[in-house]
Nanobody, 115 residues
Framework: QVQVVESGGGWVQPGGSLRLSCAAS????????MAWYRQAPGRQREFVAR???????LYADSVEDRFTISKNNAMNTVYLQMNNLKADDTAIYYC?????????WGQGTQVTVSS
């Protein structure tokens, strides 16, 4: 059974930092393209960052220079380090795994940025 489970969300003040984790089981993150998406209230789910099996990385323009995606293949976990958080970053953050015709979503973790 495949599972991708996010953790690390919470409340933080503007300018603060959080690190999200996505722990995968039943798949190998070294093979999959792993990505983070987010969905704010009343808005569509949007792409945040992606890391391929080979380590290629892509960011949304809105988070580049503030967020860093990484992975630990031995731990089968993907991370999203989020710095200098803004109110607009408030959303549910989802982990996504993609390999050919196979894709999986996590249940999401809430990130709230407010003073």
């Amino acid at each position: 059974q495949v599972q991708v489970v996010e953790s690390g969300g919470g409340w933080v003040q503007p300018g603060g930092s959080l690190r999200l984790s996505c722990a995968a089981s039943g798949i190998a993150v070294r093979l999959y393209a792993m990505a983070w998406y987010r969905q704010a209230p009343g808005r569509q789910r949007e792409f945040v960052a992606r890391i391929t099996g080979a380590g290629g990385i892509l960011y949304a323009d809105s988070v580049e220079d503030r967020f860093t995606i990484s992975k630990n293949n031995a731990m089968n976990t993907v991370y999203l380090q989020m710095n200098n958080l803004k109110a607009d970053d408030t959303a549910i953050y989802y982990c996504h795994a993609d390999w050919g015709n196979f894709e999986y979503w996590g249940q999401g973790t809430q990130v709230t940025v407010s003073s």
